[in-house]
Every structure is written in C-alpha cells, then in structure tokens.
C-alpha cells in the first residue's frame, strides 16, 4: 500500500496506532471519514484467513455503507474482505458471510453484538476497534453494545472518535474499557 497520506493527521494516527497506543480523535466526521480506509490497511495490510481484524462501529446505517463502500474499494487491491452488518441487512445471511471469514467488519453497534453473541464470528485476533462519533452513539443509546464488545476483545489498540473532548461522561465513558489513550485533536 502507498504510504502518501493527504492528511497528516491520519498520518500521525496510523504511526500511535502502530507503537500500540491508542487513540481518541478529536474531530468532525468530515476530518476523517473518507480516511478510514487507509488506517484500517495499514494496520491490516494482507489477508489471513479465520477470525476479523478490525471491527468498525457507526453511529447509524447510512454511515455504516458509506464507510463500507469507501472501505471495499481501498481493500479489494489488496484482497482484503470487508463486511457490512446493520439492522436493516438480512441477518442471516449476514451471519453467514462473518462465518466465512472475514478481514474488516463494518456495521452499528446493535448489529454487530447480535451476532458476537450468536457465536458469528470470533474476535480473538482482532487488532484494532474502531469507534466513529462515539459522542453520537452514546446519544443514541449504543453504549452497552459497545461496551459489551470492548470487554471481550483481547489486547488491541482503540481508534475513537468523537467532536467535543471536554464532555466529561464520554471520556469517562472510555476509561471504562480502554486505558491509557492517547488523545489527538484535529487542527480545523
């Protein structure tokens, strides 16, 4: 994969990411999105069989395709699968594709522990947990599904995500399931 990143702050980001730290970006969805892609490779950078990698949490389904449409593209040169899980997707035949195997899942958060406690996929070899607008997601009561995840995975690093760092309950919120995290604060 090309190391030429646009945006330096990804840049930065990806190399905590890869020392083993985690992360809590501060910024607006805008700052990152289109950028997902390009951490989730690095720190994914060939196929394996079994187990995810790296699991995507979205505040709500269209972010979700949106994210996984941007995410597909970057990973086919590198045959890296990637599936998308949501409540309005047929459950089933989700279930299915995370039982074939899979690199990167995207998904809500509902949709994604659902299936985790159907025993759809095994998250022993995850690496990264990625956390986008998780301000918005504790708004839209996703804490406990994320929370449930978080306190399953074995060690891996956190990409969290959020607008506003002074608000106190989510960085509380965090500290419940990832410590330390290095914060890293978008310049506008």
Known sequence: ?????????????????????????????????????????????????GSPRAIVFCKDVSTAIKVHEITSIAAKKQDITVDLIHEKGNKLKQRNDLFDGT??????????????????????????????????????????????????????RHLIFTCNSDEERTIDYIDQFVAPITKFEFEN
């Open 1 to 49: 994969m090309e190391n030429h990143y646009e945006n330096a702050a990804i840049e930065e980001i990806t190399k905590l990411l890869k020392s083993g730290k985690s992360v809590l970006g501060i910024a607006q969805p805008t700052s990152y999105e289109n950028d997902i892609p390009k951490i989730l490779l690095e720190m994914i950078p060939k196929p394996e069989e």
């Open 103 to 156: 690199e990167i899942i995207i998904g809500t958060p509902k949709r994604i522990c659902e299936l985790y406690f159907q025993n759809g996929f095994n998250i022993g070899k995850l690496k990264l947990l990625v956390v986008l607008q998780i301000d918005e997601m504790m708004r839209a009561g996703n804490k406990g599904y994320i929370l449930r995840i978080a306190e399953s995975l074995p060690k891996c």
